[in-house]
């Protein structure tokens, strides 16, 4: 179902401003000194461990369909400039309460927007534990039939934490949202033709659009959740 005339006008605001936002960035990223490098298509099962980081990513990189990157715990990926991680197969992060993974921007002063995202496309599988993933300007993207598990992970200073577009039956519990903030607006979790997904037990703080926003989207579970210091309403639906 296209989204209403508003929806698309306003997205294409959000997506032009956030662009401009990741280029001026880009002009402060420091050089990859220290680390492994990555950009392209990920052919085959790959882990990336704690010795080869930091990992940059200086080019768009691709998990190919049927092919699993493992993200190890105390493991950092950079992102310099506006880059997309896309999953077509299943991207794996693995931290522990001890020892995160860090998705974060190589900028010295990022804002929220200066990485692109985390895109899970129709074919992809995302899981995600003991995560922080920040100043991008969607933290996950979740698209089509993609299927993502996430859990104990920190969103922070992202335009959008979780954004999904005509998918279902994701899980996001036990996780933190917090300064999603936009030039526009910023949102925690955004759902878009969404249905049958489940939000549970998280804390949404100092969000100045909706912590959660249901567009269209409907049969939604979003219980338990708190609520704490956001600038705006707490539960947005719209149709």
Do not use: C, K
């Not at 990741?22 to 050089?31: G, H, K, R, V, Y």
Request: hydrophobic share 45%.
């Amino acid at each position: 179902m296209p989204a209403p005339s508003g929806e698309r006008i306003r997205a294409g605001g959000i997506g032009a401003v956030l662009l401009l936002a990741a280029l001026l960035n880009l002009l402060a990223q420091p050089s990859a000194s220290a680390g492994t490098p990555v950009s392209g298509v990920i052919p085959a099962d790959t882990t990336w461990g704690l010795a080869g980081s930091p990992y940059w990513v200086v080019g768009d990189v691709t998990v190919a369909s049927a092919v699993t990157l493992r993200v190890e715990a105390g493991v950092e990926v950079r992102f310099q400039g506006f880059r997309t991680l896309y999953v077509d197969g299943a991207l794996v992060l693995n931290g522990t309460s001890s020892n995160g993974v860090l998705l974060t921007s190589n900028g010295t002063t990022p804002l929220p927007g200066s990485w692109r995202a985390v895109q899970v496309n129709a074919s992809g599988a995302f899981a995600a534990a003991f995560v922080r993933i920040e100043y991008a300007a969607y933290g996950a993207y979740l698209s089509g039939s993609s299927r993502a598990w996430i859990s104990n992970a920190t969103f922070a200073n992202n335009t959008f934490g979780v954004f999904g577009d005509s998918t279902r039956d994701n899980v996001v519990v036990d996780s933190h949202f917090e300064d999603h903030r936009g030039i526009v607006e910023g949102y925690g979790v955004y759902l878009t033709v969404s249905p049958g997904n489940r939000i549970v037990g998280n804390v949404f703080s100092r969000t100045d659009g909706a912590p959660v926003a249901l567009v269209n989207s409907y049969n939604n579970s979003v219980f338990h959740n708190d609520f704490l210091e956001n600038l705006n309403r707490v539960l947005d639906t719209r149709s």
